[in-house]
């Protein structure tokens, strides 16, 4: 469990313990946040508890362990934070500006430009500070009043399940965080503060309807109608979680894919409504779209190293993208 950044609050001074979400949604804005939403702190739905819990118990997390740890934190983030009362939950956009040409070998567009932990992590540092100073928050380390906290991914909460019950959109049937009429090629954040706000945003119902694209576009059937999603199965999580040998199915259904998977992504039409990030670290290195299957087939330690530094591809190591590449003939 890791958290981006602490500041000490304390109420003195204040006019009141309670903060206006404009205000806090205004500043996410200007920040370059492309949604703000905030919902009351408080246990996850029993429903959603349960469901995670059987998730678990069947152990279709595969071999990703941290996804039990901490699991009465995570499903009560009132004993991840004590003294939380609202949860601000952030989207940042990543569509692609641009890609790797057709043809040559695909990386997942989350992790085309650098890694993202490092820009959400100073982003969000960056507007916990601004509502700190806004509401004349002491950040006195020293003090041991009630404290904002920033989580990005690193730690146990409910990303998706925070999202939606902020209003930002609705987990579908891909299990990604959608957004009307902007897709789901977001990075999620959260700002855990112990403030009431004057306002909490209504969860967002399911606008998938009928729809059942994303399922027919999974390429070894991770997403099945009715069922939990099966980790082990999933493309992406054999191409960067595994660090055995890839399945049978995950060697068929590659393509042209080495890094992650974003079919049920792309498969899914609110992503046609997609626009591009003008992000500058999100953009690919020249180096990165130059590449060739050739060079992909060569890559030496050194040059993975130039290749991914700051990079989330980083988690895969050299060896797994390697391994990835190998089973690719050339």
């Keep these: 469990m890791s958290s981006i950044d602490t500041f000490n609050t304390n109420t003195h001074g204040m006019d009141s313990s309670v903060v206006q979400s404009s205000v806090i949604k205004s500043l996410a ?29 069947k152990g279709e997390e595969a071999s990703m362990a941290y996804m039990a740890n901490y699991l009465e934190k995570r499903l009560n983030p009132c004993l991840l934070v004590p003294g939380v009362r609202s949860i601000i939950s952030l989207a940042l956009n990543y569509a692609p500006a641009q890609q790797i040409p057709e043809g040559e070998y695909q990386i997942a567009a989350y992790a085309l430009g650098q890694d993202y932990h490092d820009l959400m992590k100073r982003k969000m540092r960056e507007l916990a500070t601004k509502i700190a100073e806004q509401y004349q928050i002491p950040q006195n380390k020293e003090d041991e009043k009630p404290t904002i906290r920033c989580f990005c991914d690193t730690a146990p909460v409910l990303e998706r399940y925070w999202a939606q019950k902020a209003g930002l959109g609705w987990v579908g049937r891909n299990h990604q965080l959608i957004i009307p009429h902007a897709g789901s090629m977001f990075f999620l954040g959260e700002i855990f503060l112990p403030f009431d706000t004057d306002n909490y945003d209504e969860p967002m119902p399911n606008r998938c309807g009928r729809c059942h694209r994303c399922i027919d576009a999974c390429p070894t059937r991770a997403i099945i109608p009715d069922e939990d999603f099966h980790a082990e199965r999933c493309l992406s999580y054999q191409l960067i979680e595994n660090r055995g040998e890839l399945s049978d199915e995950a060697k068929a259904a590659m393509g042209d894919t080495i890094y992650g998977c974003d079919r049920c992504q792309t498969a899914c039409p609110w992503n046609r409504y997609a626009t591009p990030n003008t992000e500058p670290t999100l953009q690919p290195k020249p180096e990165l779209l130059s590449m060739s299957k050739e060079k992909w087939h060569n890559l030496t330690v050194e040059e993975y190293q130039r290749l991914f530094k700051g990079s989330a591809v980083k988690r895969v190591k050299f060896e797994g993208l390697k391994r990835n590449i190998t089973v690719k003939k050339f």
């Design 29 to 57: 804005h200007s920040m370059g946040f492309f949604a703000c939403g905030i919902a009351k702190a408080a246990p996850v739905d029993e429903v959603i508890a349960l469901k995670y819990r059987q998730w678990l118990k």
